[in-house]
């Protein structure tokens, strides 16, 4: 089962799916960034969104970054 998400950027919507199409994995670097505290927080927003918490880390990332580009 693939799960998807719709991202709202600047009155488009802009369809993501939710698993990554890389052909190099995210490696355990990406999550050194974060504190057990955070990680435990990640881990169980993906759960409840029923997603890997790659998938949601790298979700929320695009997130991020549009709406740093859009000015918000």
Do not use: C, N, W
């Not at 890389?22 to 490696?27: A, E, F, S, V």
């Not at 955070?38 to 918490?53: N, P």
């Amino acid at each position: 089962m693939q799960h998807s998400s719709t991202i709202e950027f600047g009155g488009q919507k802009d369809h993501i799916p939710s698993r990554r199409t890389g052909k190099t994995p995210l490696g355990a670097k990406v999550f050194s960034y974060y504190t057990q505290e955070e990680r435990r927080l990640l881990e169980k927003a993906a759960k409840l969104e029923r997603r890997s918490l790659s998938s949601f880390v790298a979700l929320a990332s695009i997130e991020r970054a549009q709406r740093i580009i859009a000015g918000k």
